[in-house]
């Protein structure tokens, strides 16, 4: 393997994945770094959902695969925490904030296993981190946009993961939470985790993140935001709908050409 590889701690190697039978990936190739800050960039229907749900076996890996610390998908999905896009969540059951959180231990302890101290004092570390311990008794159906996705992130971090995957979560939400969540980042670079986010914010990509994977059902790029954001590749990936301005890439937010994406991924 060559040098720049040796270290890499996750990596995807000629990944195809399918939804209903049908690739939604197709022969996909990168390697990530441990404790990188990475952005998935890509139109709507690109796999960027699709994605995120083969690193933690949602969906199945058809062709090729993936090793998360040298090691087969799978080994340790406990390690692998994933928040996804808000709308894919049941808001209405009835759970309280603590709860919500609490759940995120469960991979460490088994679900039929109570939950212990180590445990309640991590899922506390979450809500403290994200700014919400006052609601933690709060039922999640009655908090905001905002609140929900800083309970959702709180999860993640009571989870203690080596892998955070976060789907889209500046969508929706306010200012203060998109600020919190990327001090969050900041703080979880500083500690080594590993950290992949899907967004459809190309210059939040270029600038907040160390690397970019540009999608578009298969690997257009992979590396530095320089080299990934060349307007060929940007054109390539998102086609007609995608303007210049002042040097920054502006993209028209409608479905991709052929219809609506697949798994949360449509318009």
């Given at each position: 393997m060559p040098g720049d590889l040796a270290n890499a701690r996750l990596e995807l190697e000629d990944v195809t994945v399918s939804y209903n039978g049908a690739p939604v990936l197709e022969n996909v190739t990168f390697h990530v770094h441990h404790g990188a800050r990475v952005a998935v960039v890509g139109p709507n229907g690109a796999g960027k959902s699709s994605l995120f749900k083969a690193l933690v076996g949602l969906l199945p890996v058809s062709r090729g695969r993936?090793?998360?610390?040298?090691?087969?998908?799978?080994?340790?999905?406990?390690?692998?925490?994933?928040?996804?896009?808000?709308?894919?969540?049941d808001l209405h059951f009835p759970v309280t904030v603590f709860d919500v959180v609490l759940m995120?231990?469960?991979?460490?302890?088994?679900?039929?296993?109570?939950?212990?101290?180590?445990?309640?004092?991590?899922?506390l570390r979450g809500l403290e981190r994200m700014g919400i311990a006052g609601l933690a008794d709060t039922p999640l159906g009655e908090l905001s946009?905002?609140?929900?996705?800083?309970?959702?992130?709180?999860?993640a971090l009571a989870?203690?993961?080596?892998?955070?995957?976060?789907?889209?979560?500046?969508?929706?939400?306010?200012?203060?939470?998109q600020e919190?969540?990327?001090?969050?980042?900041?703080?979880?670079?500083?500690?080594g985790v590993t950290v992949l986010v899907s967004t459809h914010d190309l210059n939040m990509a270029a600038s907040r993140f160390e690397q970019v994977v540009l999608l578009n059902r298969r690997l257009v790029a992979s590396g530095s935001p320089v080299h990934v954001f060349s307007p060929e590749n940007i054109r390539e990936?998102?086609?007609?709908r995608v303007l210049f301005l002042g040097g920054a890439a502006v993209v028209d937010e409608c479905c991709p050409p052929g219809g609506a994406g697949k798994e949360g991924e449509g318009c």
């Open positions: 993936i090793l998360i610390h040298g090691q087969t998908l799978g080994r340790h999905r406990d390690l692998v925490a994933y928040v996804p896009q808000r709308e894919e969540v995120g231990r469960f991979g460490r302890r088994g679900w039929l296993k109570a939950p212990g101290v180590t445990d309640r004092k991590a899922a946009g905002g609140q929900q996705q800083r309970a959702f992130l709180a999860r989870q203690e993961p080596h892998l955070l995957l976060l789907d889209e979560p500046f969508t929706g939400v306010d200012a203060p939470t919190a969540t990327l001090g969050m980042l900041d703080l979880l670079r500083d500690e990936a998102f086609g007609p």
